[in-house]
T-cell receptor
Framework: AQSVSQHNHHVILSEAASLELGCNYSYGGTVNLFWYVQYPGQHLQLLLKYFSGDPLVKGIKGFEAEFIKSKFSFNLRKPSVQWSDTAEYFCAVKGGADGLTFGKGTHLIIQP | DGGITQSPKYLFRKEGQNVTLSCEQNLNHDAMYWYRQDPGQGLRLIYY???????QKGDIAEGYSVSREKKESFPLTVTSAQKNPTAFYLCASRGDNKNIQYFGAGTRLSVL
């Protein structure tokens, strides 16, 4: 069975700080990897995805993530965060079975 | 306006009562999913359906039931057998585009 581990449950940063949220997964086969974001009061929405090819993927709002196969990791990064990035962030994996397996989420608070 | 509509937004259940959460999509997607979100737990898969008149149990199907009589509709019933139903329920659908799931706004279920 696949699983996803997000290292930080709560992160507090100041505006303009750099962000890196850790995500590790366990699954021996080919995976599709996702980061979803849930802004306060809004739908869960896709931030970025990795299916194949270039392991550095870019998403919306200046986010990027790097797939490192040897480390089973898919960390999310942003060089300079804004107050509007305050949200909950979920890493998810699609392995052999249908449906996504999500991590427990990281609650990010950006202080102005 | 295309998308996934979940209703109601808030729902209250009495002890011993079955309640049904609605999920409708007009994206012409074949696959639909139900997830449960608890604080600090991320999203967990309850049931999914890849095609009309077929559905499969996810990781936490006990105490829930679904039907898929129409492509656009995938209602979830929370039965009296579900002893801890208080949670945020999210419906998602997926088209052919490489395992990307799109989410509704969710239904928050509470027990009276």
């Amino acid at each position: 069975a696949q699983s996803v581990s997000q290292h930080n449950h709560h992160v507090i940063l100041s505006e303009a700080a750099s962000l890196e949220l850790g995500c590790n997964y366990s699954y021996g086969g080919t995976v599709n990897l996702f980061w979803y974001v849930q802004y306060p009061g809004q739908h869960l929405q896709l931030l970025l995805k990795y299916f194949s090819g270039d392991p550095l993927v870019k998403g919306i709002k200046g986010f990027e993530a790097e797939f490192i196969k040897s480390k089973f990791s898919f960390n999310l990064r942003k060089p300079s965060v804004q107050w509007s990035d305050t949200a909950e962030y979920f890493c998810a994996v699609k392995g052999g079975a249908d449906g996504l397996t999500f991590g427990k989420g990281t609650h990010l608070i950006i202080q102005p | 306006d295309g998308g996934i509509t979940q209703s109601p937004k808030y729902l209250f259940r009495k002890e011993g009562q079955n309640v049904t959460l609605s999920c409708e999509q007009n994206l012409n997607h074949d696959a639909m999913y139900w997830y449960r979100q608890d604080p600090g737990q991320g999203l967990r898969l309850i049931y999914y359906s890849q095609i009309v008149n077929d559905f499969q149990k996810g990781d936490i199907a006990e105490g829930y039931s679904v039907s898929r009589e129409k492509k656009e509709s995938f209602p979830l019933t929370v039965t009296s057998a579900q002893k801890n139903p208080t949670a945020f329920y999210l419906c998602a659908s997926r088209g052919d585009n490489k395992n990307i799931q799109y989410f509704g706004a969710g239904t928050r279920l509470s027990v009276l």
